[in-house]
C-alpha cells in the first residue's frame, strides 16, 4: 500500500510541475487579438450552353405560282411569280447559356424532300439581330458557304456564326429565308431547321 501511495504522490508531483511550466511558458495578454485568421467562401460556376429560338415558326403563308414561272419568295416579304400571302419575319436563334457558341444550321430535308418540283432551292440567311450587332462573327468559315447572304441550306451541317455571344445584346440572330419553287408545286410544305452550339 506504501508503493502505491508513493506512485500516487509521484503523478501528481509531475503533474503539478507540467501544469507550472505551461503557466511560466505562456504569456496572457487578456482578451487581445494577437494574430489574424482567414476563412474561405467557395462558389463554383458552371458553363451552362443552351440555345434557343425565341422565335421558332416561320410561315411563308399559301398562295400560288404564276403558270409558267418560278416563285421567288424572301421572308422579307419580296416575292416575284407569286400570288398570295408574302412573309415578313424570320426564326430568332438566341443563345441563353453563359459561353460563347460556335453555332452551325442544318435542316431535316433536302430542298428536293421539302419543296418537290422542279429543281427547288431553300436558301437562308444569317444576321444580327436588331440591338444585337456584333453578335454573330466570323459565319464564312473555309470550306462552307456562307451565311452573310442567302446560300442553300440543307442536311449538312453548315457554320453560321463561328462566335455567338451570350453577354446580352450580342446573343441573339435572325434566320432569313428564301424559297424557289416550280409551278408544277402544289400541297402544305413543311421542313426543320436543326440550330447546333458547341464551345
Keep these: 500500500m506504501k508503493s502505491d501511495s508513493s506512485e500516487i504522490i509521484s503523478y501528481i508531483s509531475i503533474a503539478v ?3 507550472s511550466l505551461f503557466f511560466i511558458g505562456a504569456k496572457f495578454t487578456g482578451y487581445a487579438v494577437t494574430g489574424n485568421e482567414t476563412g474561405v467562401v467557395n462558389v463554383t460556376i458552371t458553363t451552362s450552353a443552351a440555345l434557343n429560338f425565341t422565335t421558332a415558326l416561320l410561315d411563308f403563308g399559301s398562295g400560288t405560282v404564276t403558270p409558267g414561272a418560278r416563285a421567288l419568295v424572301w421572308t422579307n416579304g419580296t416575292a416575284i411569280d407569286w400570288t398570295g400571302s408574302t412573309p415578313t419575319g424570320q426564326l430568332v436563334l438566341e443563345n441563353i447559356g453563359n459561353v460563347n457558341l460556335s453555332v452551325t444550321l442544318q435542316t431535316n430535308k433536302t430542298a428536293d424532300t421539302f419543296l418537290g418540283g422542279t429543281t427547288p432551292e431553300f436558301k437562308a440567311k444569317v444576321s444580327d439581330s436588331a ?7 466570323g459565319n464564312a468559315s473555309a470550306g462552307t458557304e456562307s451565311f452573310l447572304t442567302y446560300n442553300n441550306i440543307n442536311e449538312s451541317a453548315q457554320v453560321a456564326c463561328d462566335v455567338l455571344g451570350y453577354d446580352p445584346g450580342l446573343d441573339t440572330v435572325d434566320i432569313n429565308f428564301f424559297i424557289n419553287i416550280s409551278d408544277n408545286v402544289i400541297g402544305a410544305k413543311t421542313v426543320g431547321i436543326i440550330a447546333i452550339g458547341t464551345y
Excluded: F, L, V
Excluded at 131 to 137: L, Q, Y
Design 17 to 19: 510541475i507540467i501544469i
Design 131 to 137: 440591338g444585337n450587332t456584333g453578335a454573330c462573327t
